[in-house]
Structure formats: structure tokens, C-alpha cells
């Protein structure tokens, strides 16, 4: 049987998961730069895991050396540009990554398990949007046995070299031997981004020992075979080639230094984000603060305002709460979506980062408020967005409420309850599928999507309703009632069948590989993991490492 201990947030967990790290602090992971190259050199400590009750044998990780990953490359894409190419390796001999550490998957609640999965698999994403946002190239250098999620995030870098010696091997074992599914995206990215021929794929996917020399090259599976006596020198010559295909950014790095923000029982309170929980109806409520001070509006004085400059404080604190909340406050249903401040001040900042966006930090910028976006939409949580008296639905943070599953919007009797569109909305900031969510919304209608981008000025309620922008507008009378009762209702719905309404309904359209993978994945390991013949009492992921065989319910559905 599963368990939910040593796992399984919820309300006032004594230890809850801590998403903010730095350089000083890793225990997995070493960072460390040869001029334009950047090297991450992966050591897991074995009886350092995130939780006790297991050891990371074999560089297997879990969700804490995820997090350090993570760290240290968004401090690459920010701290450091004068790098234009990163070489992931490991420090151990013989061994690339084993994975996901199978014993942690196994200790672990269903939900921990799915979440592990999408942190990781946009950790990942993190890695192939610095390559596409025209940041640093990577090159995974296997120099051993590269297994499950190590393989992963191989296939995540630009480029796989693999040590032709005899024993390094690359694989996906997870069908074969724990009855589950490679867990961040294996499978889309062997057929979707590596091209690999779909019936070599189904080899490759059942042969728990994997594939190694010649024929992993000839696949596809990965680029290039070295020998160990050529290693270290095609290494370096493969990354300084990875190198020149990046343009040189010029100026200083920004640090990102800690979060500033206050925890409670009931409430997370950021310099620019407020997060209030109310436990009794599984809900919480974000509420976002404009920039309340003049900013910055070229690009040099926007590198000294550096990591405190609104746009990217406010996203950073979006960021830690969405992970806050997806993996210490499981109850929690219900995201209530709430700004405050002027709207003209966001929508200032928006121009600001639509003239800018040729500068390296302004574009990277404008890639980590995508990326926070996308993990909003892609997070296992109803979204309502509260549009009333002091909103600043604009721009970058109209995103918000078209990101939610519906909007309400206060038609006060002044008419100063306004929303506006600017032009981050036109296709700075896409969905994992890649359309705006202008253009999502008004898939059927494209023609509404180009009103409202060219509208310009802020819109009242009615004004917003005809133009299809929010889901329901209420008088002063009306508004309360209408949204404690879309509250009551949702939160009364079973949590499982909104999972999946919402996953279905937020992406029409056309498919990405990035999508493909949330779409797929996301749907399969929530199934997967909770059938008796991965995780039951003889199933293949409780039984790993132990002498008995699982018993499989052979009924194929």
C-alpha cells in the first residue's frame, strides 16, 4: 500500500517542502564557470534526501535535488550571462543518474507523486526555454549509466554525449520494472523532440538495461559516443561549438537574493503578493499589488533596480506560492485571483517591457513571468478571478484572470471597476500550447481576440462582458451573492473530476511537445499511480528491490 507519511502536505505541516535555495546552500549539486562555460556537476549525497526514510544510491534524486536544479538554472538564465553554454555531468564514476529514487516514489502520497513529476518536468521545460529564449545552450555529458529520469534530463539539454566504454547505457526502465511511466516527459520527448522512430521507441521502452555504444548513437537516442580517452577534450569542444550559437549578452548579472515574506497558519504575506487561507471552505486567495513607486524605464536603470524591480519581485513570489501551495496545502481547491493598485502603473511596466525586450535581462524577465503563467495553468486548482473596486487587471496581470477557469467583474455604479488589454497580451506571455490566452479564449472567435488587443483603453464591466472578457458581472447588490455561491458550489464538486474538467477545457487548440507532455502525463500518472499493479501491496513499484514478483490484474482498459 501507498503510504502519505513521510509525504503529504496539509494544513500547518511541521515541515513543510521549502522552494527557495542558493549556490551555499546546495547539497547535490556543484556550480561552477570556466569564462563563457558553465559547468553543473551532479553528486547527489546519499543520506541527504529530502525526507528520511530512503538514500539516494546511484545519483538518484528527489524533489530536493529537483529544487536545487531548478536554483541554479534560473541563476544561470539571471546571475550569469556571460555563459552561453552549461555541461551537466556527474561527479561519480560510472554513473550518470539512475533517476527518480525509486524508494521516495515508493514512501510517497499519490499526490507528492504527481507533483514530483510536473515540478520536475518544468524544471526541465526551464532548461529548453533558456536554450529556445536564445540563453545558453546545454550539453548533457553521460559519463555512465544513464537511467529514468537521469535519461530525462538528458533529452532536456541541447545536446547527449554518451561514454562509448562497454557499460554506459542509456534507458527508460520505468515500464519494465516499476509499472509506471517515465515521469518527466520521456516518452513525448524520445518521439516528439528526438524523432526516434516509434518502434525502436517500444524497444527502447521495455529493456530495462537500455541501449548502449553504437546503437544508442544510430537510434537517436543520443548524439555522439566518446571514448573514455577522449572524453574530457570533445567535451569541452562540443560545448565551446554549443557556445557559438548564443549571442554574447553584455553587462553585469542580477542576483536573485531571498524572497522576502512572513509565514503563518492561515496566511503567506510577500512584499507584492498576499496569500490568505481559509481552510474551512478550501480555498485561498492571492492578491497581487501593483508597483505603488515610479519604475525604472530603460534598460541599464532597470539592471540596477535588478531583482527588485516590480515585474520580476512579483512574478518570483507568484512563483514560490503556486509551489507552496501545490505540494504543503493539498486541500486547498480553490484559488481565489485578486490585484490591487492602479492600473495605468502595470500597465506602464508593460510597455516598458514590450520596448525592452531586446535587452538580455528585460527578455529574460518577460520568459520568467511566461513561465510562472504556465505553472498557474498548469496547476490542479479551480481559478476564480475577483475583479472589484481597486483592481489593476491589466496587462501582464489581465493574464490572471484569463488564465482563471471563470472571472467575476463589479459593475459598480461609478463604472471605475475597469480592466485593459496591453501589449504583453498579443504574445509575449503563451500558454504551453502556445497560443495567447487571448486566443484561447476566442479560439472560435479569432476576430474578438484582435478587438480586444487593439481596444487599448481600460473597458468597464459591461463594456468587458460584451467584449467577452469576463465570465459573469454583478451589480453592487448582486456581486457577493453571486460569487459566495460560485464559491460554495465549487469548492462542494468532487476535486478529481475538476481536475480533469480543467486540464480538458483550459487548452483548446493545437498541441506542443510541452503540452503533449502536461496532457499525457499528467492524466497517466494520476491513473497509473493509483492502480494496484504499480503501487497495491504486490504492485511493481512497492515490491522494487524486494524478492517477490508482482501480481499484475491483467484486464487491459
Known amino acids: 500500500m501507498e503510504s502519505t507519511v513521510p509525504y503529504g502536505g496539509g494544513p500547518l505541516a511541521a ?16 556550480l561552477s564557470f570556466e569564462g563563457e562555460i558553465a559547468r553543473l556537476v551532479m553528486s547527489v549525497q546519499e543520506d541527504a534526501p529530502l525526507r528520511p526514510g530512503y538514500l539516494l544510491k546511484l545519483n538518484s534524486y528527489d524533489l530536493g535535488v529537483d529544487i536545487e536544479l531548478a536554483d541554479a538554472i534560473q541563476r544561470l538564465r539571471f546571475e550569469h550571462p556571460e555563459v552561453r553554454a552549461v555541461v551537466i555531468t556527474s561527479a561519480k564514476e560510472k554513473i550518470f543518474s539512475a533517476g527518480a529514487n525509486i524508494y521516495m516514489l515508493a514512501s510517497c502520497s499519490h499526490a507528492f507523486k504527481v507533483n514530483f513529476c510536473k515540478f520536475t518536468n518544468e524544471t526541465r521545460l526551464a532548461i529548453e526555454d533558456c536554450s529556445a529564449g536564445g540563453g545558453a545552450r546545454f550539453l548533457a555529458a553521460c559519463n555512465g549509466t544513464t537511467a529514468g529520469g537521469g535519461y530525462e534530463l538528458a533529452m532536456a539539454c541541447d545536446e547527449i554525449l554518451l561514454a562509448d566504454d562497454g557499460s554506459s547505457a542509456v534507458s527508460l526502465p520505468e515500464v519494465p520494472l516499476l509499472g509506471v511511466l517515465p515521469g518527466t516527459g520521456g516518452l513525448t520527448r524520445l518521439v516528439d523532440k528526438r524523432k526516434v522512430r516509434r518502434d525502436l521507441a517500444d524497444i527502447f521502452c521495455t529493456l530495462a538495461e537500455g541501449i548502449k555504444g553504437q546503437r544508442a548513437q544510430e537510434w537517436g537516442l543520443v548524439d555522439r559516443i566518446v571514448s573514455r580517452s577522449r572524453w574530457d577534450a570533445e567535451v569541452l569542444r562540443r560545448a565551446r561549438a554549443l557556445a557559438e550559437c548564443v549571442p554574447v549578452r553584455s553587462g553585469p548579472g542580477v542576483p536573485l537574493p531571498r524572497l522576502e515574506k512572513q509565514i503563518s497558519s492561515d496566511a503567506i504575506r510577500y512584499q507584492h503578493l498576499t496569500v490568505q487561507i481559509d481552510r474551512s471552505k478550501r480555498s485561498a486567495t492571492l492578491t497581487l499589488r501593483a508597483p505603488d513607486r515610479p519604475q525604472p ?25 503556486l509551489c507552496h501551495l501545490r505540494y504543503n496545502e493539498e486541500e486547498i481547491g480553490l484559488l481565489l485571483l485578486r490585484t490591487e493598485g492602479s492600473l495605468e502603473a502595470v500597465r506602464a511596466v508593460d510597455r516598458v517591457l514590450a520596448a525592452n525586450r531586446g535587452d538580455w535581462f528585460v527578455r529574460e524577465v518577460l520568459l520568467f513571468i511566461a513561465r510562472t503563467l504556465r505553472r498557474l495553468d498548469l496547476t490542479a486548482r479551480s481559478l476564480f478571478a475577483l475583479i472589484e473596486s481597486g483592481s489593476c487587471f491589466a496587462g501582464s496581470l489581465l493574464e490572471l484572470a484569463l488564465a482563471a477557469d471563470r472571472s467575476y467583474m463589479l459593475d459598480d455604479a461609478k463604472g471605475s471597476v475597469r480592466i485593459a488589454t496591453s501589449p504583453l497580451n498579443g504574445g509575449a506571455l503563451p500558454m504551453s500550447h502556445g497560443l495567447t490566452r487571448l486566443a484561447a479564449r476566442f479560439y472560435g472567435t479569432p476576430e474578438r481576440a ?44 468532487s476535486p478529481d473530476a475538476l481536475t480533469g474538467m480543467e486540464a480538458s477545457l483550459r487548452f483548446p487548440g493545437p498541441e506542443t511537445t510541452e503540452s503533449r507532455v502536461f496532457g499525457r502525463l499528467s492524466a497517466w500518472q494520476n491513473w497509473i499511480f493509483q492502480r494496484p499493479n504499480a503501487v497495491g501491496d504486490r504492485g511493481a513499484l512497492s515490491l522494487y528491490g524486494k524478492p517477490e514478483r508482482p501480481r499484475f490484474d491483467w484486464r487491459r482498459t
Open 15 to 30: 515541515d513543510p517542502v521549502i522552494f527557495e535555495t542558493h549556490p551555499s546552500r546546495y547539497r547535490h549539486w556543484n
Open 297 to 321: 524605464e530603460e534598460a541599464t536603470a532597470i539592471r540596477r533596480v535588478g531583482a527588485g524591480w516590480w515585474p520580476l519581485a512579483t512574478f518570483r513570489e507568484l512563483d514560490d506560492a
Open 450 to 493: 484582435k478587438e480586444a488587443l487593439a481596444a487599448g483603453e481600460p473597458v468597464t464591466a459591461r463594456a468587458a462582458a460584451e467584449a467577452g472578457l469576463v465570465t459573469v458581472v454583478a451589480d453592487e447588490i448582486d456581486y457577493p451573492d453571486e460569487v459566495r455561491v460560485a464559491i460554495e458550489e465549487r469548492v462542494s464538486l
